[in-house]
């Protein structure tokens, strides 16, 4: 069972289109109501080969990495960055807690890119 919505593998289908086509991108995506997830790529990261990856959970507490929420949280990255590896994009081993936005708790990490 995929429990990523369709429209946000199909921004990451693009998102691995523009970066073997050398693009600035960004993914800007709802994963669920308290749950989303943002890629930036631009030209700089582009040069340096990495991406950033986060994730923002509406939730009260922050855990010391995003896996840290459960194991549905869990099964959701997973599938977020598996699409990745489909793309030749190795994602971070993990999302650590980096900041707190509004009630917004935001984990991030770098991946690499192709």
Do not use: K
Request: with cysteine; proline share 5%.
């Amino acid at each position: 069972m995929n429990h990523v919505p369709d429209a946000v593998l199909a921004a990451i289908d693009g998102f691995g289109r523009s970066v073997l086509n050398d693009e600035p991108t960004v993914v800007d995506e709802r994963l669920r109501s308290d749950l989303r997830v943002r890629i930036d790529c631009d030209r700089a990261a582009l040069t340096e080969g990495h991406a950033r990856v986060a994730f923002r959970l509406a939730h009260g507490s922050p855990a010391a990495s995003l896996r840290g929420h459960g194991s549905f949280v869990g099964t959701i990255v997973d599938g977020v960055d598996s699409r990745l590896r489909a793309w030749g994009v190795d994602p971070p081993a993990s999302y650590a807690h980096g900041d707190t936005d509004g009630e917004w708790q935001v984990y991030a990490g770098r991946a690499t890119l192709p």
